[in-house]
C-alpha cells in the first residue's frame, strides 16, 4: 500500500538558520501530498499542500514542492525561529471508497535554540 | 466555534477494563476518524467514517469499536484495554472530500494501560 517515509529526528537547529526535513513517498496513482505541523500539547495542524507535480505549497515561510520524478516533498524554511520547534509530519492522501483518507510518515521533531 | 473537542485528555486503566473516549464536532463535518500516535510510528487509523450510521475500519482497528449516530459524535471504544494499547489518540473530521485532505484534529487523550 501507500506509504510515507520521514528523515529521522530530532533535528536541533539555531535560530536563523535553514531547515530541510526530508520526506519521500510510495504510491500507485498521483496523490496529493500535505505537511502537518503539530505543536507541544496540541492535535495536528495543516502546515501546507501541494495536489500535483512540480505545484509547491508555501506557509509561514515554509516551502515544500512535489516532485514526482524522485518521489519526494521536502520542508524547507530560510530561517528558523524558536516559535517552530514541534514535531512535521508528512502524508499523502489515498482515495478509498470515494474519501480521502491520509497516510502518515512517523513525525520529525524539530528544536530550535536561540 | 469549538472545532473538535475530545474528552478525556488523559486516563489510565487496568488492564481488562473498558472505556470510551468520546470525540465531539461542531463543524457538521461528514468525515471523522480515530488516529494513535505511537512514537516512531507517526499516525495510523484505527477507524473512519463518512456519515451518520456508517463506519469503515482503518490500519489497526483490532480491540476498539466505534458507532456514528449523529453527525457531531463519533466515540471510540476500548472494550477490555491491553497494554498495547498505550497511545495517545486522536480524533479528526473534515468536509467528505471536498477539501483535498486537510483534516481537523481535536487536541489528543493520553491513555495508559497498566
Known amino acids: 500500500g501507500d506509504s510515507v517515509t520521514q528523515m529521522e529526528g530530532p533535528v536541533t537547529l539555531s535560530e536563523e538558520a535553514f531547515l530541510t526535513i526530508n520526506c519521500t513517498y510510495t504510491a500507485t496513482g498521483y496523490p496529493s501530498l500535505f505537511w502537518y505541523v503539530q505543536y507541544p500539547g496540541e492535535g495536528l495542524q495543516l502546515l501546507l499542500k501541494?495536489?500535483?507535480?512540480?505545484d509547491k505549497g508555501s506557509n509561514k515561510g515554509f516551502e515544500a514542492t512535489y516532485r514526482k520524478e524522485t518521489t519526494s516533498f521536502h520542508l524547507e524554511k530560510g530561517s528558523v525561529q524558536v516559535s517552530d520547534s514541534a514535531v512535521y509530519f508528512c502524508?499523502?492522501?489515498?482515495?478509498?471508497?470515494?474519501?480521502?483518507?491520509?497516510?502518515f510518515g512517523a513525525g520529525t521533531r524539530l528544536a530550535v535554540h536561540p | 466555534n469549538a472545532g473538535v473537542t475530545q474528552t478525556p485528555k488523559f486516563q489510565v486503566l487496568k488492564t481488562g477494563q473498558s472505556m470510551t473516549l468520546q470525540c465531539a464536532q461542531d463543524?457538521?463535518?461528514?468525515?471523522m476518524s480515530w488516529y494513535r500516535q505511537d512514537p516512531g510510528m507517526g499516525l495510523r487509523l484505527i477507524h473512519y467514517s463518512v456519515g451518520a450510521g456508517i463506519t469503515d475500519q482503518g490500519e489497526v482497528p483490532n480491540g476498539y469499536n466505534v458507532s456514528r449516530s449523529t453527525t457531531e459524535d463519533f466515540p471510540l471504544r476500548l472494550l477490555s484495554a491491553a497494554p498495547s494499547q498505550t497511545s495517545v489518540y486522536f480524533c479528526?473530521?473534515?468536509?467528505?472530500?471536498?477539501?483535498?485532505?486537510?483534516?481537523?484534529f481535536g487536541s489528543g487523550t493520553q491513555l495508559s494501560v497498566l
Open positions: 463543524m457538521n463535518h461528514e468525515y
Open positions: 501541494a495536489t500535483k507535480a512540480d
Open positions: 502524508a499523502l492522501s489515498e482515495r478509498a471508497g470515494g474519501y480521502n483518507k491520509l497516510i
Open positions: 479528526a473530521s473534515s468536509f467528505s472530500g471536498t477539501q483535498g485532505g486537510k483534516l481537523f
